[in-house]
């Protein structure tokens, strides 16, 4: 099965910083590829889908970019209600897998 | 306005059963592949199973296959989980998830969440 791995898994940056999560698909996942914002308490939502697609009613803000294996979650400018964790999940094929998350907050 | 509502969780003791139901609403919802998503008590997301839009295909994670089933009523809109031979290791918030895209396949973004129900398994 392939593995999804994120870096880092936490992380604390300034209001206004620029943020960079990154995804690693253990094989080549195409342009299979989503990211999901949690907040605390909350239902996850979608934010990008086919690796860089915006979700409709998404901040933009946020973008995604990468093919492959190797993909990336940027906050181009790191706002108070962005404080949550942010996962990536490839869905080419089964098993649907989710990586381990990335906690963002404010410094 | 799209919706999915799930209900049937609870406390329930190890080896026991439970079957959870996913009520949606707003959509068609035989067009749609769905998934089960479950989030243990402070830890990350695991996907759990899917269905196709027919309910033709299922599909399983290692750590449920041969002791849950999904399935699905499109007469009723419903989505159901039925989840036996509980383990302590079950115990988490059950999601279930619409596909992104209609008539696309089986595996895609989820861009509806429901609230989730909590199955607690403990004696």
């Known amino acids: 099965d392939i593995q999804m791995t994120q870096s880092p898994s936490s992380l604390s940056a300034s209001v206004g910083d620029r943020v960079t999560i990154t995804c690693r698909a253990s094989?080549?996942?195409?342009?299979?590829l989503a990211w999901y914002q949690q907040k605390p308490g909350k239902v996850p939502k979608l934010l990008i889908y086919?690796?860089?697609t915006l979700q409709s009613g998404v901040p933009s803000r946020f973008s995604g970019s990468g093919s492959g294996t190797d993909f990336t979650l940027t906050i181009s400018s790191l706002q108070p209600e962005d404080v949550a964790t942010y996962y990536c999940?490839?869905?080419?094929?089964?098993?649907?897998?989710f990586g381990p998350g990335t906690k963002v907050d404010i410094k | 306005e799209v919706q999915l509502l799930e209900s049937g969780g609870g406390l329930v003791q190890p080896g026991g059963s439970l079957r959870l139901s996913c009520a949606a609403s707003?959509?068609?919802?035989?067009?749609?592949?769905m998934s089960w998503v479950r989030q243990a008590p402070g830890k990350g997301l695991e996907w759990v199973s899917a269905?196709?839009?027919?309910?033709?295909?299922?599909y399983y994670a290692d750590s449920v296959k041969g002791r849950f089933t999904i399935s699905r009523d499109n007469s009723k809109n419903t989505l159901y989980l039925q989840m036996n031979s509980l383990r302590a290791e079950d115990t988490a918030v059950y999601y279930c998830?619409?596909?992104?895209?209609?008539?696309?396949?089986?595996?895609?973004?989820?861009?509806?969440w429901g609230q989730g129900t909590m199955v607690t398994v403990s004696s």
């Open positions: 998830a619409k596909n992104y895209l209609p008539h696309y396949g089986d595996f895609d973004a989820f861009d509806i």
């Open positions: 707003g959509f068609t919802f035989s067009s749609y592949a």
């Open positions: 269905i196709s839009g027919s309910g033709g295909s299922t």
């Open positions: 094989q080549g996942i195409s342009n299979y």
């Open positions: 086919a690796a860089s």
């Open positions: 999940q490839k869905y080419n094929s089964a098993p649907v897998t």
